[in-house]
C-alpha cells in the first residue's frame, strides 16, 4: 500500500510540473485521441498552471478546464488496476492544477486567497470543498504506455462556483466579515438631481491597475466607501458576484443588459487604492450615490467593470 501510495504521489507531482512546463496546455499527447477531439470541440477555457489569471475568463459563468496526467504502478500485477490507478492520479494532479490556480485569486484589496487560508478556517473549507466537488468531464487511458489524462471543470462564477462557495462561508461568519471590512466610512452626500434616471453603473477602470476580485470595492477621493459587499443583497452577491467585467463600455452595457439595466452611468475611474479598489472623483461620487439613492441599483449587484 505504501508503494502504491508512493507512486501515486510520484505521479501527482511529475504530472503537474510536466503541464506547468508545456506552453499551450491544450496541447496533449497524440495518443489521447478521445481528450483531444473533447478539447477541440468545448469552448471553454483551458488554463494553463502557471501562466497569468485570465481576468475575465475567471469572472464569467464559463467553467474553466484543468488537466492532469498520471502514470500507474509498473511494479502491479494487474493491469485494470494499474489504468485505474493512473487515471486517479491524473485526477489528483488536475485537482493540484484547480488549488495552485485559486490560490492566486485576490480575495479583497491586496490579500491573496492564500493569505486568507493561513488565517481563516473558513476560507481553507471553502477552498478544500471546492478543489474536492470539482466535475471530472474526461478520462482517457492508454494501455501501451500505461498512461492517463483526466480533465475537470471548474466554475467560478453563478450560483454554484467557487466565488458562491466562498461567499457564503463569509457572510455566515462573523469573524471573516470583520477582517475583510474596511474601517472607511460610508459615502454620504446631498443628492443632486439628475436629469434623466441610471438604474446601473459602468466605471472604466482601464487606465488603473485594476483586476477582478471576489470583492471589488469604489472608494470617494477622500476614502468613503460608495461600493461594496455591505450594499449588496447576499442573495445577488452569492449568485452574481459584485459584478460585471470586460474589456470595452459597449460590452459592459450588453452584460448589464442581461440584468436588466437599460441606461448606465458611465464613470472613469480617478485612481486605485489596491488591485481590487478604485476611486472615483468626488463629484462623480456624488452622482454615482445620487442615481443609487433613486434607483438602487448596487443592491442588486447592476455594476460593470471595464478592465484594460
Partial sequence: MKTIIAVLLLSFACAFTAAAESEEMAQVDAIFTKTQKFLNESKQHVVTPGAPHDD??????????????????????????????????????????????????????????????????VIVSAVQGTVKGVQKVNSEYDKDTERAIVIVKLGMGGPKGFGAALYEKILNDPKVMQSIKTDKEPFKAEPVKLEIPFDGLIIDATGQNFRPAL?????????????????ISQKVLVEQGCGEYTNSVDKAKAALATRG????????????????????????????????????????????????
Fill in 56 to 121: 475575465l475568463a475567471d469572472f464569467s459563468h464559463e467553467p474553466l478546464l484543468f488537466i492532469g496526467e498520471g502514470v500507474g504502478n509498473p511494479k502491479h500485477d494487474a493491469k485494470s488496476q494499474r489504468g485505474i490507478m493512473a487515471i486517479r492520479a491524473a485526477e489528483l494532479a488536475a485537482q493540484r492544477a484547480v488549488l495552485e490556480y485559486i490560490k492566486g485569486f485576490v480575495m479583497v484589496g491586496s490579500t491573496m486567497i492564500s493569505d486568507g487560508m493561513l488565517q481563516s478556517d
Fill in 215 to 231: 470583492i471589488n470595492r469604489i472608494f470617494a477621493a477622500k476614502g468613503e466607501v460608495l461600493y461594496d459587499p455591505a450594499k
Fill in 261 to 308: 439595466v437599460k441606461n448606465p452611468l458611465v464613470i472613469k475611474a480617478s485612481g486605485s487604492t489596491s488591485s481590487a479598489d478604485l476611486q472615483v472623483t468626488d463629484e462623480d461620487a456624488v452622482t454615482i450615490f445620487s442615481a443609487n439613492q433613486k434607483e438602487s441599483f448596487m443592491a442588486a449587484a447592476k455594476v460593470a467593470f471595464v478592465l484594460k
